[in-house]
């Protein structure tokens, strides 16, 4: 054989396989001897002990000491590979787009999904920095990341939000797995089951997935192109009395609008009135082109909670999030991450994204992205509106269009349809607390330009 080891390898264990799928091995029957087999297939010896060993892993046989190696009795036989799709049939509701999105193979278009394309992303400096990464001390790879998270990412958070005025001290800043675990850790210090949680409507969906976990109760009101609807704001503090409000500032998601400084004002100013808690997502801060007005520089974290994370910029691989809140609270929250997690990211992964924001790398790359996306949102927004979906609004950065579907058109039927087709959409609804946007989508422009996307939508808006 002329591949590389790895094809080598991979080629005695479909050997293997297919000597079961057939039948010609059954459980309990001893495989080939590791020289004989070797022999037969003409490769090296070690390449079938780590076929073998692989196997094994994967349950599909087992090693009898001093004896060889065994089809496993419970093995069960890969008669037919069936590749896993999208499931259809689920409802369409806070989990419909995550599911779908995450279980996808790489054959499906995802305009609806929440993350950029790989090819989007700075593989290279990754690459560098794993390199990098695997020369370090041992501790660094194996051992558990500290309770509060690795000092030297914390003072890179400290000094990125000293930039816009804020100046938190090292025991305000908490590293967590991602910035879901951050509002998770949150939801468990700060609510109990049947307490009121007052969330945008539309909002980004797993807000009201993880919020629904908590037991809690969800009160929405409605999102404008400044912000909350603050009559309505108002109204909902006043009669509901919630505990905490869960929001973006920045490029709100779905909606791409932004908080202006007038409604956050207003907005801390009734909070305090009604000693509400916020917790303001900070994800997409590095999309804006200028930044934008922040309900926790305002307010100075005297009730506003800070949270953010990588995800979108560097790598939804390497999971890493931040909280940054008043010191109590980071300490009750660092006690829950301790008792749910045994501490925050570990060495590896606060060690890989700290050397990333250190150098100029980054900033060069976030530059790239704002100006690509630039590029991309207003191109896709002028085909969607070709085809007669006109957005909502045009966001001063990020990579989501919050759009309106023709006249009579249902998102999750037309969702639904996309997806027979092998394709992806994220329909109004499941980020509506309310059910009331059914003729909106939301869709990320960074997958639209696929050319098979919008001659799909077309049809499908033509068979609506």
Known sequence: ?????????????????????????????????????????????????????????????????????????LATPPLSVAVQQPVQERDVDPFWVSRQSLDAGPEVLKPGCGWLPPDWMPVEYLRRALRSLARAEAPALVDYGSACGALPLRRLLMARCAQEGLEPAPEQVLLTASGTQAIDLICRLLLRPGDAVLIDDPCYFNFRALLRVHQVRVVSVPYTVTGPDLA??????????????????????????????????????????????IVEDDIFADFEPEPSVRLAALDGL??????????KTLSASVRCGYIVAQPEWIEGLTDLQVATGFGGPGPAAAGLVAGLLAGGGYRRHVEALRQRL????????????????????????????????????????LARAALAQQVVLAPGNV?????SAAAFMRFNVAHCHDPQVMPLLARLLQQA
Not at 242 to 248: C, V
Not at 302 to 311: K, L, M, W
């Open 1 to 73: 054989m002329s591949q590389r080891k790895g094809t080598r390898t991979e080629a005695v264990m479909d050997a293997i396989r297919d000597r079961v799928t057939s039948r010609a091995l059954t459980a309990g029957d001893r495989l080939p001897s590791i020289r004989r087999f070797a022999a037969t297939l003409a490769v090296s010896p070690s390449t079938v002990v780590e076929a073998y060993d692989r196997l094994a892993a994967e349950g599909l046989i087992r090693a009898r000491r001093g004896s060889g190696y065994y089809v496993a009795a």
């Open 431 to 435: 980020f509506s607390a309310t059910q």
């Open 302 to 311: 005297r009730r506003v909670i800070r949270i953010g994370s990588f995800s």
């Open 232 to 277: 309505g704001f108002g109204a909902v503090l006043a009669s509901e009395r919630p505990r905490l409000y869960l929001t973006n500032s920045a490029l709100q998601n779905p909606t791409g609008a932004t908080l202006s400084a007038q409604t956050a004002h207003r907005l801390l100013n009734m909070a305090a009135a009604h000693d509400l808690l």
């Open 374 to 413: 630039g590029r991309v949102r207003r191109d896709t927004a002028g085909k969607l509106q070709a085809i007669g979906i006109e957005p909502w609004l045009m966001p001063r950065g990020g990579f989501y269009l919050w759009c309106r579907l023709p006249s009579g058109c249902d998102s999750a039927r």
